[in-house]
């Protein structure tokens, strides 16, 4: 499939451990990167290049990939993580794909 | 210090055409490497990526608006346009405007966004 795809809402009890996924074809040749969105906020890039991690993003979030699927991991979720998660990936023609989005709830 | 910032309408009607400016600083547009996109999220839905302009002129569009779109650029000012035909109501969104370095490929910074809406 040309898509990527994520699953619409996730939960995670406060401490807790979640992993977000990105399935799609084209994340066998492409890094997918990952973007934290709050309400009436712009995107925030959380992971890219498959794992790297920028300055200033804490190290409880992570992210891998095998095969098909990019994953991204929140180690001991926070209340602050609750949010809307992103996968984008691109194809050799330089086009890009946003996932439809993950809510992830921390209860 | 990387900005960028988004002007427009806010309110545009069915069937005008759109345009909308990145003002951008912190970066050059002439620099190998450096691109502008345009990035929509309409209410309650995902991002759609729409267009990128590289620093060599290369343009790319999203394949299934590649024909209402066009993305420019002035280097001189620091500025892209985006241009959308022939609006539509389900066009209304929060558009973006973000740098990308190649090669990582990533949406490293973003504007605040500009909220436009279609509507008779």
């Known amino acids: 499939s040309s898509e990527l795809t994520q699953n619409p809402a996730v939960s995670v009890t406060l401490g807790q451990t979640v992993t977000i996924t990105c399935q799609g074809d084209?994340?066998?040749?492409?890094?997918a990167s990952w973007y934290q969105q709050k309400p009436g906020q712009a995107p925030l890039l959380v992971i890219h290049a498959k794992t790297n991690r920028p300055s200033g993003i804490p190290d409880r979030f992570s992210g891998s990939t095998s095969g098909y699927t990019a994953s991204l991991t929140i180690t001991g979720a926070q209340a602050e993580d609750e949010a809307d998660y992103y996968c984008?990936?691109?194809?050799?023609?330089?086009?890009?794909?946003f996932g439809g989005g993950t809510k992830l709830t921390v209860l | 210090q990387v900005t960028l910032r988004e002007s427009g309408p806010a309110l545009v009607k069915p069937t005008q055409t759109l345009t909308l400016t990145c003002t951008f600083s912190?970066?050059?547009?002439?620099?190998?490497?450096?691109?502008v996109t345009w990035i929509r999220q309409s209410p309650g839905k995902a991002l759609e990526w729409l267009a990128r302009?590289?620093?060599?002129?290369?343009?790319h569009y999203n394949i299934f608006l590649k024909s209402r779109l066009t993305i420019s650029k002035d280097t001189s000012r620091n500025q892209v346009v985006l241009t959308m035909t022939n609006m539509d109501p389900d066009d209304t969104a929060t558009y973006y405007c973000a740098q990308l370095v190649v090669p990582s490929y990533t949406f490293d910074y973003w504007g605040q966004g500009i909220l436009v809406t279609v509507s008779s």
């Open positions: 302009i590289d620093w060599d002129g290369e343009e």
């Open positions: 912190g970066f050059s547009l002439s620099i190998s490497g450096m691109c």
């Open positions: 084209r994340l066998r040749s492409y890094h």
């Open positions: 984008v990936s691109r194809d050799s023609s330089g086009n890009h794909l």
